[in-house]
T-cell receptor, first 113, second 112 residues
Framework: AQTVTQSQPEMSVQEAETVTLSCTYD???????LFWYKQPPSRQMILVIR??????QNATENRFSVNFQKAAKSFSLKISDSQLGDTAMYFC??????????FGKGTLLTVNP | AAGVIQSPRHLIKEKRETATLKCYPI?????VYWYQQGPGQDPQFLIS???????DKGSIPDRFSAQQFSDYHSELNMSSLELGDSALYFC???????????FGQGTRLTVV
């Protein structure tokens, strides 16, 4: 069974500052993928960033980067230069060989002006 | 670029009624997933289809059924609706070339 744990139900950050969202996971598989999805008030699920487990290099997408620690089964998301539009629920998700996604409970991020 | 299309976007049904949700995947995507997201909850996997065959099953009630058609669109049929079925239902699609699933905008089902 796969599990994903997000231990921070809510976080807040000031505009232009940096924030890190935590995620740990558990899986018995060697080949898997990790994702961060953003869900704004519109409830649309938007892919923020992906990481292949076999890649050691941390993924980066503009202001978003991850710290992937495979041995520790940790996958945190760093948002730099936070913007008001980053306010959303952020879900960490794991995809194994069966292709389905297992989500964490989510972290509600609020960016304050 | 074409995205995953779900219809309807909003649906209101009474208890014990039946609802049908439709999902049109991105062209050339052969895999469809259905997720249920209750209020304040994370999305829960219901069922998936690959090449028109059920590929995996999650926490889908027996009152629900789904299928994928020859044109790869999928329908989620929900019968004997209960108040607890009120949720946002997401469809997502992918292909073997993709590492991620692409989500539709969801269907918000309200059971009254």
């Amino acid at each position: 069974a796969q599990t994903v744990t997000q231990s921070q139900p809510e976080m807040s950050v000031q505009e232009a500052e940096t924030v890190t969202l935590s995620c740990t996971y558990d899986t018995s598989e060697n080949n898997y993928y990790l994702f961060w999805y953003k869900q704004p008030p519109s409830r649309q699920m938007i892919l923020v960033i992906r990481q292949e487990a076999y890649k050691q290099q941390n993924a980066t997408e503009n202001r978003f980067s991850v710290n992937f620690q495979k041995a520790a089964k940790s996958f945190s998301l760093k948002i730099s230069d936070s913007q008001l539009g980053d306010t959303a629920m952020y879900f960490c998700a794991l995809r194994g060989s069966n292709y389905k996604l297992t989500f964490g409970k989510g972290t509600l991020l609020t960016v304050n002006p | 670029a074409a995205g995953v299309i779900q219809s309807p976007r909003h649906l209101i049904k009474e208890k014990r009624e039946t609802a049908t949700l439709k999902c049109y995947p991105i062209p050339r995507h052969d895999t469809v997933y259905w997720y249920q997201q209750g209020p304040g909850q994370d999305p829960q996997f219901l069922i998936s289809f690959y090449e028109k065959m059920q590929s995996d099953k999650g926490s889908i009630p027996d009152r629900f059924s789904a299928q994928q058609f020859s044109d790869y669109h999928s329908e989620l049929n929900m019968s004997s609706l209960e108040l607890g079925d009120s949720a946002l239902y997401f469809c997502a699609s992918s292909s073997p070339r993709n590492t991620e699933a692409f989500f539709g905008q969801g269907t918000r089902l309200t059971v009254v």
